[in-house]
């Protein structure tokens, strides 16, 4: 099965499973998603991290200019409040 991420504003909105046979590549996998009526900016990720980093989760950041998702750094409460 192949990973599909929803890109808005950088950063990922919903993560959707596509058959291999629709999507034996990212570009074919898009033309797919587009079909099906699904809009947006449609990124392949893997659970082996073997494509962009790491596999993508609702909430993470996509770097255009590395191509990868990035984990949001965590916020911590300031301590001296």
Known sequence: MAHFALIKNGKVADVIVVSND???????GQAFIASIGLSGD?????????LRGK???IGD????DLDEFV???SETPNETE
Do not use: I, L, R, V
Not at 42 to 50: D, F, G, L
Not at 61 to 64: E, G, I, L, N, R
């Open 42 to 50: 449609w990124k392949q990720t893997s659970y082996n991290a073997n």
């Open 71 to 73: 984990t949001p750094e």
């Open 22 to 28: 629709n999507a034996p590549d990212e570009a074919t």
């Open 61 to 64: 950041f996509y770097d255009a």
């Open 55 to 57: 596999y993508a989760g």
